[in-house]
């Protein structure tokens, strides 16, 4: 799910309608579980987007050692590597490289994501208890 449209619904759920807070209270399990279902997904992709991380890292290490077959590389569209490089350099071209740079920046931004939705979580779980101090407040203000 697109991230601006998480944050538009997510702004629009966590409004409290002073007016209606009976309503607003049978509404929160609902909404809780939109946001639980919503991070799930999110989870899910992320640990998907993470996995090709890896992979991507294993063969660009299996790359830039040398390792990997010329059937390999052709199935890839890579170039074979020219360059002999020491053992202990090997992961400075691997953090350098574009597709691993591209694959970690989807990740990151992935994480963001799950972070966000785990802190509207919080916001819903929180509601009800917003709700019941509204209440109070209305009962402390009119007397009772």
Not at 25 to 45: A, T
């Amino acid at each position: 799910m697109n991230i601006d449209l998480i944050k538009a619904q997510a702004e629009v759920d966590t409004l409290i309608d002073a007016n209606h807070l009976d309503d607003e209270s049978s509404r929160v399990p609902q909404i809780h579980n939109k946001y639980l279902c919503i991070l799930m997904d999110e989870k899910i992709i992320l640990e998907s987007l993470d996995s090709k991380l890896k992979i991507l890292r294993r063969d660009k290490w299996l790359y830039y050692s040398g390792k990997l077959s010329e059937a390999e590389l052709k199935r890839k569209g890579w170039e074979p590597f020219e360059l002999n490089i020491l053992k202990q350099d090997i992961d400075r071209f691997i953090d350098s490289d574009l597709d691993i740079i591209n694959c970690g920046t989807k990740v990151f931004l992935q994480k963001e994501k799950v972070n966000y939705v785990e802190s509207v979580v919080k916001l819903i779980s929180n509601k009800i208890w917003n709700i019941r101090a509204s209440i109070d407040w209305i009962k402390f203000t009119q007397g009772q």
